[in-house]
């Protein structure tokens, strides 16, 4: 699979979480619904790059923290995909690729302002940041459910990352989300 430009049809609070909101995406007949953290609030008729289903996501430089996104099932909504983020007017339908590098590689698009000549993803806040890494720290509250999601994800490649990172978390206040997984 691969991540496509989708346009949002609706976007809604979950239900009891004050962490996660829901989304229809759209293009060319396809629908998919997604559930996603507020590290990125999205509204009727953004343009956002798409995840689908099937697609493998993570640090391409580092084969052990790629991850494939899989239908799952948050407080009773089944997810489709991964929002990765807003892309302008970047044409509906345009394949972003094959795959694509989240918190720690970022996609290269035209419309976005922080793309140095080389191409490659530039912090302005964060300049001595290398090119195509974004600082995340454990105590940016807009950063703590991607962190919190990303080690999770982890868990299978390495248990004790995931162990360490969600610890800490926990210790400077983060309140997980409560995920009903149902079978």
Not at 33 to 51: C, E, F, H, Q, S
Not at 52 to 76: A, M, Y
Not at 142 to 161: G, M, P, T, V
């Amino acid at each position: 699979m691969s991540v496509i430009a989708m346009k949002v049809k609706t976007a809604a609070d979950v239900e009891d979480s004050k962490n996660l909101r829901v989304y229809d995406f759209e293009w060319g007949g396809v629908e998919l619904t997604i559930v996603a953290n507020r590290t990125n609030v999205y509204k009727v008729g953004d343009i956002v790059a798409v995840a689908q289903v099937g697609t493998k996501l993570g640090d391409l430089d580092n084969p052990g923290s790629i991850f494939e996104i899989t239908q799952r099932k948050v407080f009773g909504i089944e997810s489709f995909g991964m929002a990765l983020g807003d892309i302008g007017t970047t044409p509906l339908g345009t394949k972003l690729g094959d795959s694509a590098l989240v918190a720690f590689k970022v996609m290269n698009v035209e419309s976005e302002p922080h793309i140095n000549n080389q191409g490659q993803f530039q912090s302005d806040k964060y300049p001595t940041t290398p090119p195509d890494c974004v600082p995340l720290k454990v105590t940016d509250t807009d950063a703590q459910d991607l962190l919190w999601e990303y080690a999770s994800r982890r868990s299978n490649i390495d248990k004790d990352f995931c162990k360490n990172l969600q610890k800490r978390l926990l210790e400077v206040g983060y309140q997980p989300p409560q995920i009903n997984f149902e079978e």
